[in-house]
């Protein structure tokens, strides 16, 4: 680190101070680098509909290589980039590189939708919901080929701050998601009031579906998203029997490793290519 010039040691320096251990001063200096050179990659996780198979849209997540580290997951590094400050930038950049791909697929005559992972910070960002606006709108894009995903804890972690911007977002005609649903506090009132138009089931629900009560749970969440008037999206699809229980159970859209991993764009076209002839 020392090689790399002076506001390396700077910053290393800063964090100490601040009692974070070794190791995680180098992944954090390393991912300054990595957004600073516009190295965050953005991949593509195909969005099923349960009740045609149709690919109807895709799941942007945010990846890292490093040349030492190797691949580092964003389970990881979103937190990292949450706590030194770096969320906003990092989200921008996986944003504008899905809306490019976006409109490349638009003009190829596709229709998918484009859900991206929103963290606290970037809700808050000054004039959000117009600088989105904006960028969607040079992309020739409509903001209603867009899902913006929030966790439950975002939504309702400043209730009233999130469902002004929540609202806010809705009325110019994007789609809200709450992602990992079920595994945070929302309360039934609190959802009610919330600005959202689907609740993505979270994989540990997925995961349980074969014992009577983890079936059951499952079937709660999709009767309570029915009668608000939300779709819903099952996390974490990884094998058949999961999918044909999910379709019975009344699911809207299916997501997971038994259709497709997370893949970088150009594989994302190709695979998308091969799933439309066949
Ligand atoms: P998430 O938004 O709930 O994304 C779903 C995660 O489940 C992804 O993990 C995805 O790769 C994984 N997944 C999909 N299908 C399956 C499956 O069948 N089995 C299993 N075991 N896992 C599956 P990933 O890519 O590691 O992302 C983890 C989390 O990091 C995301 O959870 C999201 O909260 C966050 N994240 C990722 N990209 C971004 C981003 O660009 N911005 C923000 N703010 N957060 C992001
Ligand atoms: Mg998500
Ligand atoms: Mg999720
Ligand atoms: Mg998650």
Request: hydrophobic residues 40%; contains cysteine.
């Amino acid at each position: 680190a020392k090689s790399q010039g002076r506001n390396q040691v700077c910053f290393f320096r800063d964090m100490t101070s601040q009692g974070i251990g070794k190791k995680e001063l180098y992944i954090q200096n390393r991912l300054v680098n990595a957004v600073n050179s516009q190295r965050i990659q953005a991949w593509y996780q195909p969005i099923i509909e349960a009740s045609t198979g149709a690919c109807s849209g895709v799941e942007v997540l945010a990846r890292w290589h490093d040349d030492e580290l190797g691949w580092i997951g964003p389970a990881t590094f979103i937190p990292i980039a949450e706590s030194i400050g770096l969320i906003r930038e990092l989200g921008q950049q996986v944003w504008l590189a899905s809306l490019a791909a976006a409109e490349s697929w638009q003009r190829q005559g596709l229709t998918l939708s484009i859900a991206v992972n929103l963290s606290k910070r970037q809700l808050f960002t000054p004039y959000f919901t117009e600088k989105l606006l904006e960028e969607v709108s040079k992309h020739q894009l409509s903001p209603g080929s867009i899902i913006l995903e929030v966790t439950e804890s975002v939504a309702l972690l400043d209730v009233e701050h999130a469902a002004e911007r929540l609202q806010e977002l809705q009325e110019a005609g994007f789609r809200i998601a709450i992602d990992d649903f079920g595994t945070g506090y929302s309360s039934l009132s609190q959802l009610h009031e919330m600005h959202v138009d689907e609740l993505k089931i979270d994989i540990s629900f997925v995961r349980r579906l074969n014992d009577p009560r983890g079936l059951s749970m499952t079937q709660a969440i999709i009767n309570l998203a029915r009668a608000l008037n939300l779709k819903t999206v099952a996390e974490g699809v990884e094998d058949e029997e999961a999918a044909t229980r999910l379709r019975e159970l009344g699911v809207d859209y299916l997501q997971g490793y038994h259709f497709a991993k997370p893949m970088p764009r150009e594989d994302f076209e190709r695979w998308l290519a091969q799933r439309n002839k066949s």
